[in-house]
């Protein structure tokens, strides 16, 4: 429903769009050939910062270093990755936050990728239960305590 509302929109501005729904199986396998030129999926990080997101769908593609691994569209931005790689090297949280802020700030402006919709989780617990809800959207026993 939210790829054909998205095709819907866009086709509305001019743009040619045909939705194909399919597995999971096929469709990683067809988007990490390049087959498409505009895909919705989701990505989470269960690090809680932007750094194995960033590294995996904007830096530069290089299979040598593992990265752009997730980055189909083989967008490339010299500065982000050498703030990503100032990042990944640096144990000083805040700088590193910062660093990572700013690459993001790069991939976003840049039109490395285009957030056009955030997945909204909703948890319910049964009345005396507590739920810690996840950022990888997971709901495990153990995080569930009365």
Known sequence: ??????????????????VEA???????????????????????????????SLKSLL??????????????????NAALDAKLSAALTTIDDRAREKLLQDATEIGIKDYGVIP?????NVWAARKGYNVVPRQDERTHAFAISK
């Open 22 to 52: 399919m597995p999971s199986a096929t469709f990683f396998t067809r988007a990490n050939k390049l087959d498409f030129s505009f895909m919705l999926a989701g990505w989470g990080a269960d690090t809680g910062e932007a750094g194995s």
């Open 59 to 76: 830096a530069t593609y290089d299979p040598a270093k593992g990265w752009g691994a997730s980055n189909r569209g083989r967008y490339s």
């Open 1 to 18: 429903q939210v790829a054909q509302a998205i095709a819907s929109m866009l086709s509305r501005i001019g743009i040619q769009t045909r």
């Open 116 to 120: 056009l919709y955030f997945q909204i």
